[in-house]
Nanobody, 117 residues
Framework: QVQLVESGGGSVQAGGSLTLVCTAS????????MGWYRQAPGRERQLVAA???????NYADFVQGRFTISREYGDTTVYLRMNALKPEDTAVYYC???????????WGQGTQVTVSS
């Protein structure tokens, strides 16, 4: 079993920055991918960024170079540094964990990000 706890959400003006933090605990696989997804009202949940153990990353097209995902503390803590935020980035952001050798999928409770114009 894996537990994910997110923090770092909040309200900022357009052009501002936030850093989201996700800490994973429990039975963590030595090979996994962790990432951030977001869901706006009335929209499907979508990938923002993901990072594998070993450091390979994947970003959604809408990131446009503004965000950086990283991990540390034995790959159990994942950060999403978001710069140049836009109102359309407003959503609930969810941390995700997926071991590579299993079909398991784990989610955090979500943290609200609100960007005002």
């Amino acid at each position: 079993q894996v537990q994910l706890v997110e923090s770092g959400g909040g309200s900022v003006q357009a052009g501002g920055s936030l850093t989201l933090v996700c800490t994973a605990s429990g039975s963590i696989s030595s090979r996994n991918v962790m990432g951030w997804y977001r869901q706006a009202p009335g929209r499907e949940r979508q990938l923002v960024a993901a990072i594998f153990t070993g450091g390979v990353t994947n970003y959604a097209d809408f990131v446009q170079g503004r965000f950086t995902i990283s991990r540390e503390y034995g790959d159990t803590t994942v950060y999403l540094r978001m710069n140049a935020l836009k109102p359309e980035d407003t959503a609930v952001y969810y941390c995700n964990y997926r071991p590579l050798r299993d079909a398991s999928d784990y989610w955090g409770q979500g943290t609200q990000v609100t960007v005002s114009s």
